[in-house]
């Protein structure tokens, strides 16, 4: 089972994707997303450019070997763009091993461990009565858990909320980040309004999520957490730049509220205190930037030892193959929690064939051999990349502010 070609495609049907291709001498093809949203050519770059080369001839069966090869080879370790290119080659030998084997990827990791993966859906508006309106949509789907995110009145944007024309919201695209304006204590404020007045008009049974994206101090979001409390939230996600692992002592000291990080995340390494120090509740790694099947498993391993369920990160900028991949994992593990399942657009449905399914709150990757992804490159030809960055925060005086 020799490699013959390994190929990178940036295409964007509705949103940036880089997708690697890999090719057996017996024509199986795999493939694996090596989108790393705003530094997509990156990872273009350092698959094309170092890691293509070094697959030709390699066995696509020894898919550890060729993790620690690439991973411990280098000599430079880690990182966004490492992980996600090292994920990439993972996914799309899982994929191959799979077909090769007649196979769905699920049964190759252990098989179910369940009938369905509960996913977790966005609600947004401008306002409180636009996110009830979005809110009650995705409750007639069957979603059993919702993101709730609202515009904060008297900040003139606010990160998260869909365009009014559909189900995912983008960044601009242009050679520059937009930028935008962040005050802490209007956000402060407002949250745990929002997320009262879902409980009022919808009751307890479904489950209520919110992601801060990283933009509190501990002891802010401690404060925040324990304003939600009576809110009984599924978790809050990314209260603080996540890179300060100890920081969620602080916040675990002032709130019972569950706590979710991780989706900037890239290796075991990230998240080891917060596993086994108990931080956090969910850790929401993703299977694309985390160093692929291969390393998220060890990663929800070493959770489950913990009692930390696993969260993983599924937004739009992942394409439709981490998302499959991230299913095949998520019906295997002991620990899994919860999925997050943002869709995409309908002009990658052109490009990417899927076999997942979506059915009253749960998902399925679906029974084919592999992934159960197909790539047209035909198709993915006809949307050429188009260069767009994630905003960036200022506050009222100026100063750049945490993601
Ligand atoms: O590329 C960044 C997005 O994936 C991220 O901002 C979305 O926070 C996000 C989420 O939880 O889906
Ligand atoms: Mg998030």
Known sequence: MKIIDARVVVSSPGRNYVTLIVETEDGVIGVGDATLNGRELAVASYLRDHICPLLIGRDSRRITDTWSYLYKGAYWRR???????????????????????G????????????????????????TLA?????????LDQGYLAIRAQAA??????????APADGKVYEPASGNMPQEDIWETSTYLDFAPKMMAHLREEFGYKVHLLHDVHHRLSPIEAGRLGASLEPSRMFWMEDATPSEDQSAFR?????????????????????????????????????????????????????????????????AGDLSPVALAAALHVDLTIPNFGIQEYMGHRDQAAEVFGTAYTYRDGYMHPGDLPGLGVTFDENAAARYPYDPKYLPVNRRLDGSIHDW
């Not at 990182?79 to 899982?94: E, K």
């Not at 636009?130 to 995705?138: A, I, K, V």
């Open 152 to 161: 904060i009145p008297g900040l003139e944007k606010t990160y998260g909320i």
């Open 79 to 101: 990182g966004p763009v490492t992980m996600t290119a090292i994920a990439a080659v993972d996914v799309a030998l899982w994929d191959i091993s799979g077909k090769v084997a």
């Open 130 to 138: 636009e996110l009830s309106e979005d809110f009650q949509s995705h």
């Open 250 to 314: 602080l916040i675990r000291q002032h709130t019972t509220t569950p706590l979710a990080v991780g989706e900037v995340f890239n290796s075991i390494w990230d998240c080891q205190q917060l596993i086994t120090e108990r931080l956090i509740d969910y850790i929401r790694t993703s299977v694309s930037h985390a160093g692929g099947i291969t390393h998220l498993q060890k990663i929800f391993a070493l959770a489950d030892l913990y009692g930390v369920r696993s969260g993983s990160h599924g």
């Open 103 to 126: 196979r769905p990827v699920y049964q190759l990791l252990g098989g179910a461990a369940r009938e369905g993966v509960m996913v977790y859906s966005h609600a947004s508006g401008g």
